[in-house]
């Protein structure tokens, strides 16, 4: 969904929620990669970004133009990606026709769910069916539609940190674009793999199936990690007035700063560390429950529709990829490989550059004409 214009390096904001990450890059178009300059997290208060949608927009706005400031950001052309519920995805089967008649027949079979919004709606030809019962060959269509609302609103958010909208996304096209082709952490190749995509945020759990390059399934599950979180702030502001604990002396917990919140790296998820601590392995284990049923779910579900090779590896990225020891647990309870991913062929950064936190960010920098 072009707003207008294009520049060699650009701005791009991942508006999904609230910790909402930024970064400076450009995409290569020759060679098809990604080489990312500058990056930065934003937390912000958990109801500023509700389901993808601004609810606090004078906050969000002065907390990214602080960090615009601090990180040295003096792009102005900026795309933005975002997820929610009022994002409308279809798979269609349709006629080959000429591309007027595909873009009237795609508009009315989207409109025809029977929305009352005004809609805004792109789509992408990604291959071709035979009608089991005329024998005449199709397109397979991926439609996705945005509420024309929520775009203005998106435009008039960028252009009050004075920013120039330039694309709007969404991040399961940006996904679909990122990992069209390439290598996975150096040894798995997308092309030839049946792979599990998940996405770890604080209030939802993205789970995509990844078919040879191309997300055949793509769910967005309405639990995320941000218990286990508080959780374990609880118990190191108690911690911070006690004794220390096994649990206190792991998270390094001193009473100076048992108010500070618990990074998520230093939370240990593996079965056996949280036992010592009945709090923490309540969360983790109802977390994990969710996590393991939807994960199944997607995967038996997408096999046996699809018709699909078996999923040889998951992977995880998002700020819930940080956990320590996630990939292992996960592994243990799903009986299959886990991964963190942590790198992936198309794409360069600096030095402190963590993919698993910017795969949106770095799926809208890649513009399709």
Not at 45 to 56: F, H, Q, R, T, Y
Not at 177 to 189: A, P
Request: proline share 3%; glycine share 6%; with cysteine.
């Amino acid at each position: 969904m072009d707003f207008f214009g294009k520049s060699e390096s650009e701005l791009v904001i991942d508006c999904s929620s609230s910790d909402l990450k930024v970064a400076v890059g450009r995409y290569n178009t020759k060679n098809r990669t990604i080489a990312i300059d500058k990056v930065g997290i934003i937390p912000l208060e958990g109801d500023a970004i509700n389901d993808g949608a601004i609810a606090d927009s004078f906050g969000i706005v002065m907390a990214v133009k602080h960090a615009i400031a601090r990180l040295d950001i003096r792009n102005k052309s900026c795309i933005l990606t975002t997820e929610g519920a009022f994002v409308h995805t279809r798979d269609l089967e349709l006629p080959i026709v000429k591309k007027e008649q595909l873009k009237d027949m795609v508009k009315y079979e989207v409109i025809g769910q029977g929305s009352n919004r005004e809609l805004s709606i792109d789509y992408i030809v990604y291959g071709t069916a035979i009608d089991e019962e005329t024998n005449a060959d199709k397109l397979k269509v991926r439609a996705t539609a945005v509420p024309t609302d929520i775009i203005k609103e998106y435009r008039e958010f960028l252009k009050n940190m004075d920013l120039t909208p330039v694309s709007l996304d969404v991040n399961p096209n940006a996904v679909r674009k990122l990992f069209s082709s390439g290598i996975i952490n150096g040894n798995v190749s997308i092309v030839q793999s049946t792979l599990l995509l998940i996405e770890l945020s604080s209030r939802t759990t993205t789970v995509t199936v990844l078919d040879h390059g191309f997300p055949v399934l793509s769910r967005r599950l309405q639990f995320g990690h941000s218990n286990i979180r508080q959780v374990a702030d609880s118990i190191k502001r108690v911690q911070g007035n006690q004794q220390q604990s096994s649990l206190a002396r792991r998270l390094n917990i001193t009473t100076a700063d048992a108010d500070v919140s618990v990074p998520v790296e230093d939370i240990d998820v593996w079965n056996e560390t949280v036992a010592e601590t009945p709090a923490l392995q309540s969360a983790v284990n109802a977390y994990f429950k969710s996590l393991v049923d939807a994960v199944s779910r997607t995967a038996q579900f997408s096999i046996s529709k699809y018709r699909i090779d078996s999923i040889s590896t998951c992977f995880l990225y998002g700020s819930g990829a940080g956990y320590k020891k996630i990939d292992k647990e996960l592994s243990r309870q799903l009986g299959t490989q886990v991964e963190i991913l942590k790198s992936l062929s198309s794409v360069t950064g600096p030095r402190d550059f963590e993919l698993p936190q910017f795969v949106n960010c770095c799926g809208a920098l890649i513009r399709e004409d």
